[in-house]
């Protein structure tokens, strides 16, 4: 067992009060739509609408503090939306356009290899960035740091360049403050939408090394609590549906 029973209570509560929060702040779309009404009903309607919200919303309201509730036993420091900071040496940046634009020819991704570089080219200016914020921070006794951007279970191809050169940046501006630092920036995709199939990740290889820039499901959840806390955690998500769905019900009744 990964999860203790404590931090499965505590994880349950904090999706339950996720969910009761996005229920008092949501004002459901008030155009009128008579022919879907009579076909499916107004509380139907209000029910979809609020799905297509909350998936809209689903990292930051629910998936970002669940991480935080099971890394915190784990790892020495944890923290979402975490400032990582907001300056890097001009000839950081420089290696990095210079990384994408080899990436963008040459799609051969090497991390290892790309974070040696940036280690090594922390000099010229000090330029000022908007506050770089990560979704999740973890670091562990050693100070060893892990920052990961969250995103939707099928993200858009045409963002992968924007999304890697985030990732290099982060961990430009992290050198920038520690050269020695031990950093590892990576996308984290909460669930795999194609299960149980693998997740079709051919579609990031170009841009990403897979191996140390990517993790999905439980590759994410198990290294944030430990083996088997993915299988937990959708108990958790179970459980917790199991509470609510009274409030959900009474909730979508005002629409019939």
């Not at 509380?43 to 991480?67: C, H, K, Y």
């Not at 984290?188 to 897979?210: H, Q, V």
């Not at 140390?212 to 290294?223: I, M, Q, S, T």
Request: charged share 25%.
């Amino acid at each position: 067992m990964s999860l203790s029973n404590i931090q499965k209570s505590n994880i349950q509560q904090v999706i339950i009060n996720s969910l009761r929060r996005k229920f008092q702040n949501y004002k459901p779309e008030s155009g009128n739509m008579p022919f879907h009404f009579r076909l499916l009903g107004k509380d139907r309607m209000a029910l979809f609408s609020f799905i297509q919200s909350l998936n809209t919303t689903f990292g930051t309201s629910i998936f970002e503090p669940v991480a935080v509730a099971i890394a915190k036993n784990k790892f020495k420091k944890v923290e979402y939306q975490y400032i990582v900071g907001d300056t890097i040496f001009s000839d950081c940046q420089g290696k990095i356009t210079e990384i994408i634009s080899n990436l963008t020819f040459n799609p051969k991704p090497n991390k290892i290899n790309e974070l040696n570089i940036l280690q090594k080219s922390l000099s010229g200016i000090a330029n000022k960035l908007r506050p770089a914020k990560v979704d999740l921070f973890v670091e562990t006794e050693s100070g060893e740091q892990y920052l990961f951007d969250l995103k939707t279970t099928k993200p858009n191809k045409g963002d992968f360049q924007k999304f890697k050169q985030t990732l290099l940046e982060w961990a430009g501006i992290v050198y920038t403050q520690n050269k020695d630092s031990k950093v590892h920036t990576l996308i984290a995709i909460p669930y795999n939408p194609y299960e149980p199939k693998p997740y079709e990740r051919w579609t990031m290889a170009g841009m990403f090394d897979l191996e140390h820039e990517l993790k999905v499901a439980e590759e994410f959840w198990d290294f944030l609590g430990g083996q088997g806390t993915y299988r937990e955690l959708l108990d958790c998500f179970e459980k917790a549906g199991m509470e609510l769905r009274p409030e959900v019900d009474e909730y979508f009744s005002r629409f019939m």
